[in-house]
């Protein structure tokens, strides 16, 4: 019987926790648009192929934050299943599992907490001055993108109809309805720099309450207009929201380094009452007269560029701009963008910006139906391409880019290039914004300026065909393509082999020379249940070697060297355990000579195993070949107790 909705969610929620070390090991969550966000506190004990492989993971990005892609509509879900679990809430800190000594001799406390520092110090050097500004501005805004974008939506529906009503197509009995969805796009957008100081309050460490009150101050609500505050650098008199989202931002995090100073210099009898009140004169003052003029002219300086940028290079800059935003997708720069998308809308009504980027999306479409027609026997790869492309069209990328392009190298170029070309032709056409941010692709038609929604879709067009054409002829990685790959000659496998082939593309060998036993004889319950696929296990000769198992790439190796991962010519994930918990060993009596990514030839020496010091620190050698991912392949074993040599076939394969 198939799982329910409500299953899934919490079978992915709890699988990705097996996956990451336990609830323990999780220090925050946050989720965005397609992505549970987890700060980690012990990278060692992630194990990343298993949280690729959970069904309902699209795809896993490690950062400063590792980011599990589940997909928009599952991802809130997911998050919220599992922070209720933790018994947090979202962007909370998860409770700080100590280490539990109990049973442990003092050397084993001792490599325990050098361990916990040891983790510490990683994610310490993770957190580099720009990452970390990059992740406070995104946790600042992610909270607020389904605001703007329901608020952006409305806005739509309200410029439609007012120009219907000046046109006469709709009765102006309809005014009334206008004006009050007005009330509701503008209880966004006329109050943002409150919801933008809470949020920078939570993210900096103040007091979400003081921030909102410093993002109101950026407003100057109830000064005289008759009777104005001047600027003291110029004289001129100021303007509510003069210094902008950044002024606000800058203010609010100036105002948590003061609240914290205080909190430790004032009594804690009067702390509740004094430091408030401090914080706000200071930080108030300060934002008003020195904050609100810089980050004014700061703002405006940068919006006045930016334009002046669109409108003097027209195509050359959309191309510019579209080729280049995939890669800052990658690199997770795409966040500082947000602002600035905001400030331009707050003070010229749309941003022309976000339009011209969306081609990214619209090339990776393009990229992925190119290789969905050229790769269609490749069958791992066209179901990856039929879950992430509908939802990319809709603008949500990062399926594509990290499933499908990404890893494949030369599509994610050319998909660049697609995004390039759509990005030249709304530059090139010139005057398209959006109203609100949000997701791209189709779904940001409806925020687009009234009048230009024609100009973004054709765009969106020509970001699809540039995608398509340059991947179709130069963008398809000749292993990406099933058939193309050079066959087995059978002849040469057949001396002192026993064999049944099937297909030779397929073929998938002995990983060392051994004794051949039943599946069922191994002494871990997981592995003898084939719990993560068809499983051939081997109890290897003392002075057996590594040999690699298929022709294909090694993607992964645990950080222990008990265990390697390959995907071959057909797509299979073939993962070679050696030994039954010997990843107690943390690498010991393991010499491995391949690193990820190398390619590698079936009956290749990977490396040696001193198979005699494992059997004497009493663990079981034995070890196991697994195709992770067997559920795509129809998997027929070669014999069931064969004594294995050199390349002797184990499983024929071949694409159900």
């Not at 979202?90 to 280490?99: A, Q, R, S, V």
């Not at 410029?159 to 206008?178: C, E």
């Not at 003291?232 to 931002?249: D, L, R, T």
């Not at 947000?338 to 980027?357: A, Q, R, V, Y």
């Amino acid at each position: 019987m198939s799982e329910t909705s409500e299953e899934k969610i919490k079978r992915i929620a709890r699988e990705i926790y097996g996956a990451v070390g336990g609830i323990e090991n999780v220090e925050k969550l946050i989720h965005c648009m397609t992505r549970v966000r987890m700060t980690i506190r012990n990278d060692d004990k992630v194990d990343i192929e298993k949280l690729k492989n959970i069904n309902g993971v699209l795809g896993v990005v490690e950062e400063d934050t590792l980011q599990v892609i589940v997909g928009p509509g599952t991802v809130n879900k997911v998050a919220d299943e599992m922070v209720k679990e933790a018994g947090v809430k979202l962007g909370e800190p998860f409770p700080n599992i100590e280490i539990d000594t109990t049973g442990m001799t003092d050397k084993e406390i001792v490599e325990a907490k050098a361990a916990k520092v040891k983790a510490a110090q990683k994610a310490k050097q993770k957190q580099t001055p720009i990452k970390r500004i990059l992740k406070s501005i995104s946790n600042i805004f992610i909270p607020l993108i389904p605001a703007f974008v329901g608020a952006g939506l409305i806005g739509g529906v309200v410029a439609v109809m007012s120009n219907l009503i000046v046109a006469g197509d709709i009765s102006k009995s309809y005014t009334d309805f206008v004006a009050i969805l007005k009330f509701i796009q503008n209880g966004v957008f006329s109050y943002l720099a409150i919801y933008v100081g809470i949020n920078a309050a939570t993210e900096f460490g103040a007091t979400a309450g003081l921030g909102g009150v410093i993002g109101a101050v950026t407003l100057l609500p109830g000064m005289d207009i008759n009777a104005p505050l001047h600027n003291i650098f110029n004289g001129q008199p100021m303007s509510a929201g003069q210094g902008g989202i950044i002024g606000v931002i800058f203010a609010v995090w100036l105002l948590s380094l003061i609240e914290k100073k205080l909190h430790k210099l004032v009594p804690d009898a009067i702390d509740i009452i004094v430091t408030p009140a401090l914080s706000l004169l200071i930080i108030g003052v300060f934002t008003i007269f020195i904050i609100m003029p810089i980050a004014g002219v700061i703002s405006s300086s940068l919006v006045g560029a930016i334009n002046w940028i669109l409108n003097v290079g027209g195509a050359f800059s959309g191309f510019v701009l579209g080729a280049l935003f995939l890669p800052m997708v990658m690199f997770g720069l795409h966040q500082i963008l947000t602002p600035i998308h905001i400030e331009m809308i707050n003070k010229t009504g749309s941003t022309p910006l976000l339009p011209i980027l969306a081609m990214a999306g619209a090339g990776q479409v393009g990229a992925a139906i190119a290789l969905w027609l050229r790769c269609r026997k490749n069958k791992q790869l066209t179901n990856m391409i039929k879950g992430a492309l509908p939802v990319g069209i809709l603008g949500i990328g990062e399926p594509l880019i990290y499933g499908v392009t990404l890893p494949l190298g030369r599509p994610f170029i050319t998909a660049c290039i697609g995004g390039g070309i759509g990005g030249a032709v709304v530059g090139g056409l010139g005057h398209v914004g959006a109203i609100a941010i949000g997701p791209s692709g189709l779904a940001l038609v409806p925020l687009i300026t009234n009048g230009h929604m024609t100009s973004y879709v054709l765009g969106l067009l020509a970001g699809y065909v540039g995608g398509f054409v340059a991947t179709y002829f130069f963008g398809i990685p000749k292993d990406a393509i099933l058939g193309e790959t050079t066959t087995v000659e059978t002849d040469a496998l057949s001396q002192n082999r026993n064999k049944k082939v099937i297909d030779p593309n397929a073929t998938i060998t002995a990983p060392v020379i051994g004794k051949k036993v039943a599946i069922d004889t191994v002494s871990d319950p997981m592995m003898a249940q084939e719990v993560m696929g068809k499983t051939v296990a081997i109890i290897p000769d003392i002075n057996s070697k590594i040999y690699a198992p298929v022709d294909g790439k090694v993607t992964m190796i645990a950080d222990t060297k008990h265990a390697i991962g390959f995907m071959d010519k057909i797509g299979e994930e073939v993962l070679v355990h050696m030994g039954v918990d010997t990843v107690k060993l943390n690498g010991k009596y393991f010499n491995l000579n391949i690193q990820v990514g190398d390619t590698v030839k079936q009956g290749d020496v990977l490396g040696t195993v001193d198979w005699q010091k494992i059997i004497d620190a009493g663990l079981d050698p034995v070890t196991m070949t697994i195709v992770t991912n067997t559920s795509d392949f129809k998997i027929d074993e070669i014999e069931p107790n064969i004594q294995t040599k050199d390349n002797t076939i184990l499983m024929d394969s071949r694409i159900k």
